[in-house]
């Protein structure tokens, strides 16, 4: 039955269809394996009866006491693991070739944004680069 599964395993079957292809499965399991075993009660998510009909889910036993933790826990692993995977040659980080101007120096009061392409002056502003 699967209310006698242990949270991470469940977990971990419940996540799966939306994750193959893109995570060997059982380098996915230990990832969910290792998050919860973080929290600081044996159930996780642990559901206390309130009263007949009342049930609470205990969503504080993370690593930072919060709710957010049942599933950012394991979202920050899964980005580690997805950025371990890129190309040395080609990281994440690497600056991106430059395809815009530089802003101006005091951009347009009219534009919106610092690109002179969308400055609306007509009457020679002084103020953009575009200089219209």
Partial sequence: ????RP????????????VAGSIE??????????????FDHPDVVPVRRVEDGLY????????TLAFKDVALQL???LFDHELGRRD??????????ATLAPPPSRPCATAPRWTASSCTCTAGCRRCSAGR
């Fill in 25 to 38: 499965r059982d380098r996915f399991d230990a990832l969910v394996a290792d998050t919860y075993a973080t």
């Fill in 75 to 77: 979202v920050g692993r």
């Fill in 88 to 97: 040395a040659r080609s990281p994440w980080w690497a600056p991106r070739p």
């Fill in 7 to 18: 949270y991470a395993e469940l977990a971990a079957a419940i996540m799966w269809p939306y």
């Fill in 56 to 63: 609470l889910a205990e969503l504080f036993w993370g690593p």
């Fill in 1 to 4: 039955m699967d209310a006698e």
